[in-house]
């Protein structure tokens, strides 16, 4: 019978001390491993199990875990038919073979139902557990620091702290960092700057998870000057903080314009010989960009390229739309020449950048002139390329190259914009070109569209 259909059983069945089939089932279930010589206790023995009798079975190694975590479960799930209680000390010594057998998930839920006796008890019945060795007992504690941050028992979890700095233990610092996170998540960052103090004050050397935690929990709660305040005395303690823990920061700076923080996080950078990475140049030429730093932006995608550091086709045409925007009209193309001779292949994107910075600018000529050029590349004009290129062409007074895209437009079998039209219509019959005006009129009707009234009336009689 499996250990299932046992434990399934023993809740209809009532139990006596001539039950054959408790007796058969919980040798089987607590049968030793075949390198060992024990045998179980009989069956009138099982009957008189006990909390010392229970603690001897599951610290013997000669039982194999599976069965041990089979009998402890079991234990703990009909108490009516047990006499007695698991203490702590056999739930320590469950979880301490779990460790050792690296079974953290099931260790971790026992662990849960542990952590509610004080503290001081049960750090003395880990420490005295004869069957855990060192290294098992420095991750147990270093697992109840992760438990107690999950049950919100922050107190617990800075006496776990001390205990385990006092005694000489080893603090894993992801841990500490997932305590940072859960107080980040409940705007706890006053306790947060506490506990990272703890850490260094308790001679950590590694801040490679918790910084960047404390960093965003900071900068998410506003605290950005305290936040590099807080970088620059951990560098002058000879603690380098990673490219992480900058790039979060400079990151909140940049989507707030503080640039003058931003140069003081640089400035700290170059003191503590760090360079950046390729997602340090993507947020800072993002933030100039965002700011109207169009020039600075391309000196920082210059400076990638001397690095070998590849920049993308994107901050290319960010670049070229941070120019359009100052009206700096030959610096954008001076761009979209450079990215062509760098190795960057245009896309539809930056021919949008173009197009739209020209139709604007009122530059129609130049703007047709890379439209040759995309359609070259084999990119063809989409819908909303086509009523880019119209408006710009009415709003400089040329209809009839307006309706000229129109005519193609309709031909690729695009739909007609109403509000498009009408301008169109009225700039052709400003300029006296009546038949057209009346073809796209006609065009509208059928379709259902509302001409204008002034196209309209320079129509009437035509």
């Known amino acids: 019978m499996s250990v299932q259909n046992f434990l399934k059983t023993l809740k209809t069945v009532k139990v006596t001390p001539s039950s054959s089939l408790f007796t058969k089932t919980c040798q089987k279930l607590i049968k030793p491993t075949s390198k060992s010589t024990k045998s179980f206790p009989s069956g009138s023995a099982i009957y008189t199990l006990n909390s010392t009798k229970f603690y001897q079975i599951l610290s013997d190694p000669d039982y194999s875990l599976e069965k041990c975590l089979h009998l402890f479960n079991f234990v703990l799930e009909n108490q009516s038919l047990i006499s007695f209680k698991p203490d702590l000390q056999a739930r320590i010594t469950v979880i301490g073979r779990l460790f050792k057998a690296r079974w953290f998930s099931p260790a971790e839920d026992i662990l849960k139902s542990v952590v509610r006796y004080p503290f001081p008890l049960l750090a003395s019945t880990i420490e005295k557990c004869c069957c855990l060795e060192a290294e098992v007992v420095e991750k147990l504690f270093n697992m109840m620091l992760k438990v107690y941050s999950d049950q919100s028992k922050l107190d617990l979890v800075s006496d776990t702290f001390d205990h385990m700095k006092d005694n000489g233990f080893k603090i894993d610092e992801r841990n500490c960092s997932l305590h940072l996170l859960w107080l980040k998540r409940n705007d706890q960052m006053e306790l947060g700057l506490e506990f990272f103090n703890k850490m260094m ?95 600075e932006a391309e000196k920082l995608v210059l400076e990638m390229h001397e690095k070998n550091f590849k920049a993308d086709t994107h901050m290319y045409n960010l670049i070229i739309n941070g120019y359009f925007r100052q009206s700096l009209t030959d610096k954008a193309l001076l761009v979209f020449d450079r990215m062509n001779v760098r190795g ?15 139709c604007k600018l009122g530059k129609m000529e130049i703007a047709m002139l890379y439209v040759g050029k995309m359609q070259s590349e084999g990119i063809e004009l989409d819908q909303a390329s086509f009523y880019l290129l119209m408006d710009g062409f009415c709003s400089k007074g040329m209809a009839w190259e307006a309706f000229e895209l129109h005519v193609e437009m309709e031909r690729r079998g695009f739909d007609s914009d109403v509000s498009l039209c009408n301008k169109i219509a009225s700039g052709l019959c400003k300029s006296k070109q009546f038949e057209a005006a009346k073809m796209l009129m006609n065009t509208m009707v059928k379709r259902g569209g509302l001409p204008e009234m002034f196209s309209l009336r320079n129509l009437i009689g035509l």
């Open 201 to 295: 004050e308790s001679g950590m050397d590694s801040f490679v998870y918790s910084l960047p935690a404390l960093v965003h929990g900071l900068c998410e709660s506003g605290q950005i000057e305290r936040c590099r305040l807080l970088l620059e005395e951990i560098v002058s303690k000879g603690i380098n903080p990673t490219i992480t823990s900058y790039n979060i920061l400079i990151n909140a700076c940049a989507k707030r314009w503080n640039f003058k923080e931003i140069d003081s996080i640089l400035t700290l950078m170059k003191r503590q010989v760090e360079e950046f990475d390729i997602e340090t140049y993507r947020i800072l030429v993002d933030g100039y960009l965002s700011f109207g730093k169009t020039e």
């Open 344 to 358: 960057f292949n245009p896309n539809a994107d930056t021919y949008w950048a173009l197009m739209n910075g020209l």
